[in-house]
Every structure is written in structure tokens, then in C-alpha cells.
């Protein structure tokens, strides 16, 4: 079955880095798009990051130029990496596979506060 396993969120401040990990298991990775999310209390579940089979990606207008997403089909591991990271970043962290529907991972809370 497919699972897809989030790592590497924490509480961090204002300005600093983290990298998200999502290790994917149960489908063929290499051909499908896979895509980071996330959700902030009371608010709805947004798209930040997408990377597909050709590593062609895109990103929300929040995170161009400080979050970079990434993927290594030979570890079946989806990566994003985020930089410059402001408190509006706070919130919990999706790892997503569309396969004749949406598969997601058990999410990883990223907090950013000073």
C-alpha cells in the first residue's frame, strides 16, 4: 500500500533553515508527481511545492526563492528544502501523491517563532 513517512520539521526563528524529508514506499516513485503541502491552524490545506517525474517544478508565490523542492528516485525520498523561513511558514507539513486519488503522509509541524 502506499505510505508516504514526513520527517524534519521542529520550532525554529525567524530567518533560519529546515529540510523536510517525505519517504515514499508501496507505488513507483520515479513516474509520479509529488507534491509538498501544508496547513495552518484554521486555515485551508495549500499547495507549496511540486516536482514531477522530469523534476520540473513548481511553487507557491509565498515560497519562490526561499524553499527548493527536490526528489531522489533512487531513495524514494522527496525533499524541501526551506531557507529564510518567516512565522507565516508555521504550520503542518504534507507529503502528497495523486494515484487515482490522494494519498498523504501523517504531516510534520514546522513552527516558526522567535
Known amino acids: 500500500q502506499v505510505q508516504l513517512v514526513e520527517s524534519g520539521g521542529g520550532l525554529v526563528q525567524p530567518g533560519d533553515s529546515l529540510r523536510l524529508s517525505c519517504a515514499a514506499s508501496g507505488f513507483i516513485f520515479s513516474i509520479y508527481t509529488m507534491a509538498w503541502y501544508r496547513q495552518a491552524p484554521g486555515k485551508r490545506r495549500e499547495l507549496v511545492a511540486a516536482?514531477?517525474?522530469?523534476?520540473?517544478?513548481n511553487y507557491a508565490d509565498s515560497v519562490k526563492g526561499r524553499f527548493t523542492i527536490s526528489r531522489d528516485n533512487a531513495k524514494n525520498t522527496v525533499y524541501l528544502q526551506m531557507n529564510s523561513l518567516k512565522p507565516e511558514d508555521t504550520a503542518v507539513y504534507y507529503c502528497?501523491?495523486?494515484?487515482?486519488?490522494?494519498?498523504w503522509g501523517q504531516g510534520t509541524q514546522v513552527t516558526v517563532s522567535s
Open positions: 516536482i514531477t517525474s522530469v523534476a520540473s517544478t
Open positions: 502528497n501523491v495523486k494515484i487515482l486519488g490522494d494519498y
